[in-house]
Each structure stands twice: as structure tokens, then as C-alpha cells.
């Protein structure tokens, strides 16, 4: 039961980063949380669906790279914390959380690709403190489109762009859409 | 699709995709099963109404832990002790039910057709929990999610269902959905107790127990129900136990891996060995936990239904990705 691919067609307007802009954006976040926290212990990094899984395996990859140490890496299916179940047409299908390891007392670093309206993160906050009493938990986001409707914030973010509400943010990453980068398209 | 349905009535209705969804879902919340807090907030603010007509533990227990997993409100209600002992009529009872704002019911019920009958009359969604002699789907779907998990798949598979399949609206959702998942049905049993043309079903009917256990993957035993028979159908428990009695000697003709299922409550040295019920074949105690999850997943996916005419109200907006590929998650608007 795969649901419909989109409901709005979007007409790409201009890329804001290529597939080197990404990649140079994972690795400066990467820094940033082993600077943040002063090295990579104790931490774990969960990905939310779908496109948060792949960019948290390459944040990873990059800690273990510049820290020698893999921090386990986690998927948060938020779909059964969303707020809005009761008024969507039907039921989203739910793929599944899959967390390695205990969050008790870790640092977790949640990730997603895009921060807009903070209520994902509301719900992925929600999850992740039915799963544990992590000692920290920090947003990394490749791109804040702001528009919030919760006070929430990124700890990290790849860049901040400025959209009006008709516009998308597309991040597309090789694992899943084939080929990497961030553009911003329009609602037609 | 399931999510496009308001009840669940019978595995006889719903299409193999539709199964499949169902077990598929039910995968996620055992997962949540196993959590430090096994609990997620997806019915907040739905309530749930078990209506039992006829006695029941476990299913009731289980309806009842995946609401509450689900954070559904529940209210209870048994004949005994009712209005229903009163007088009051079936169709009455619910819609007094309906009144007071419920989204869901569960309805187990003594005569066939009782879930179909409250699924045209109420606006609220029907799941039928057992009606007489004729489906029990979340039992079938458990019992096949059970299969699935152990065995790895469901098309190909043996299965050898023993005892009392006449009387056994298990054995009637259990034949349902797995001819529809392609999986190969024997049934055994005393003849008074296989339904006549039962072949039409598209199972095999074996001439005796030996034969249909004969390189079985997985054999479900049914439960006698005394209960339900109005005549005997065999002279003793005695006799039954020796000629249709799942032994750990009979269990050797199935495949050495073998699974052996009952839906319970068994009846120990009847229809099943105690050294059967408590050996390493048996996965009995894992459907019980299994049957919470799957019923997780079809509260789940009914509560998404929306009655004609009432439309989806336009929400503010998640964060909107349009999805290439196969996508997970449904677009968010």
C-alpha cells in the first residue's frame, strides 16, 4: 500500500547545493557535534525517516573518521507520535523505529534533513523519551527552512535558507533519490 | 485497501495485499512490545468498546492491552449483569453505545453475521472478535503472523489443521487467509467434525491425522469445543486423545523443524500431549504475544477510516517532501 507520490506537483527552481555543498555541510556538522561535546563519547545518532537515516550513516562515517570512534546510529519512524493522525485520510503506513542500543544517559543526536514547521521533531522528541532518559538530545538538520509553529530549534544546521510557505525544500541523497544535492522548488 | 475500511468482519473479505499490510504493521508495534515504555500515542483521544455476548479471557485481555498500548480509552461490556439480560436488542445496545461517542467496537458475538449486522447499522468502526462458527479474524491474522515469523513466508508453506473444523471459526479465518498467501491447507479431524465440500475452501481433507501431519511445517491444533456441540460427534475424550491427539511420536512424520500452534485454551491430553503443549516445538505463549500486536495493527489502520462525506480537514503542514523512489512515509501536506 504505497502512498500516493505527491499530492502537489513542485517545479524545481534552483539548486542550492550541489552534491559537494552536501558533503561539505556533513562534514562541518560532524565537527561541530564532536566540538560540541567535546569528542564523540557517549554519543548516538538517530536518523529520522526516511531521509535522516542516511545522512545520520554519514555523520557517522565522519566522526569515526576524524575521532576513531562509531557512534551507533539509530531510525525513529515517527509516524505513530504524529499529531495530525486524526485528521489525515488515512492511516500513513509505518516502516519502524530501529534503535541499536540504549538511550539511557547518552547524547543523541536526532537528524533530519529538513527543520520547517518543528512539529517531526516534536514528535521524534516525544519517541525518543519513551525509548530512554538520554542525557542530552541535539537537532542536526542539513537545511532550516524556518515558518515554525513550536519553539524548537537546531543545534546544527547545514544552512538556513529563507522560503515563503509555497516553496519545497528538496534534499535528495544517492541512497534514496539517486544522486545528492539541495534545491528549492514551488507548489504549482 | 485496509486503511480505506471501516471494519474488519472476516479474512474472507479482505484481499492477500491487505493481509499482507496487516502483518506488516503488526511487525512495528511488536517492536514497541519490547520497549522500555511499550506504549505510543496514535489513538489518543479514540475510545474503544469490547462488547463480549460471549465468554472470553484472552481475547479480551488482548483487545483491551492493544487499546491501552495504543492510548485508546476502553470501556468494557459483558452480557452478564447487562441490559442485554434485560431484553434490549443488539441493534439498540450499540447505537446507546454509539451515543455516548465511540469510535470502535469489538464485538464478540454467539450468532454468525452479529459483527456484519452492527457494521451496517453503526457509523463507528466493527471488529469481530469471534462470531459463533463462522471468522475470527485477528486469531487467523496472529496465527499467520505467527507462521510468517517463524517459517520466514507463507507461500508454500505446509500447514496441517487438526480437530474440529466444523465448529471452529478459527480454523474457518485461519483457511482464509492462508489460501489467499498461497500457502498448501490439510485438515484432519473426526469425520462428524469436517464440513461437508470443505474442499471448496481450497484445502485438502487428509483420511487420517498421520497423513496430514506427513512433512508439515507448521500444525495448528484446534481446540474440542465441547460448548459448541449439540450432539456428540465421538464416543470419548479418551478415544479422541488416542486417534486425534497431537503426540510428540505423531509429531515426528512433520518436518524436524516443525511449529506447532494451538489458539488456546487447550484441553491437555486431549487434543494435545502436555509434552507437546511444553515442548520446543511449540509456539503457543508467542501467539498469545503476537495476537497483541497484530490487534494493535488493525485498530491502527481502521482507526484511519474516514466515513463518506466527512472530510479530511486541511492540516497545517508537516515538513513537505516531495518522495522519489519508493517512499516510507507518506507525503506530508
Redesign the interface.
Known sequence: ????????Q?REKAEILDGDGLRRAVTRIAHEIIERNGGAQDLVLVGI???GVPLALRLAKKIKEFEGIDPPVGAL?I????D???????????????VPCRIDDKIVVLV??????G??VRAAL??LI???RPKAIQLAVIVDRGHR?IPIRADFVGKNVPTS?RE?I???VEE???HDGVSI?E?L | ????RKDLLGLEDLMA?EIV?ILD?A??FR??LD???P?????R??TAANLFFEASTRTRLSFELAEKRLSADTVHFQTTGSSVSKGETLKDTARNIEAMGIHLVVIRHTAPGAPHYLARNLDAGVINAGDGTHEHPTQGLLDIYTMRERRGRIAGLRVAIIGDVTHSRVARSNIWGLTKLGASVTIAGPPTMIPAEVERFGVAVAKSVDEAIEGADVVNILRIQLERQRTILYPSLREYARVYGITSERLKRAKPDVTVMHPGPMNRGVEIAQDVADGEHSVILEQVTNGIAVRMAVL??L????APGET??E???????????????????
Do not use: C
Open positions: 500500500m504505497p502512498p500516493k507520490a505527491s499530492v502537489e513542485v525517516r526516511r531521509r519512524d509516524t505513530l507520535y504524529r495530525d493522525l486524526q485528521t489525515i485520510a488515512h492511516q500513513p503506513v509505518v516502516s519502524g523505529t530501529d533530519d534533513d529538513v527543520l520547517f514547521t512539529r517531526t516525544d519517541e519513551d525509548l530512554g509553529e510557505r519545497v528538496m534534499v535528495n534514496i533519490d539517486g522548488g507548489m | 485497501m485496509i486503511g480505506q495485499e499490510s504493521t511487525r512495528t517492536d514497541v520497549r522500555p515504555i506504549k505510543v500515542p496514535s489513538l483521544g479514540l491502527y489502520l482507526a484511519g477510516h474516514k479530511a480537514a492540516t497545517p503542514a508537516m515538513e513537505a517532501k516531495p518522495t522519489h523512489g519508493e517512499p516510507s512515509l507518506p507525503p506530508r501536506r
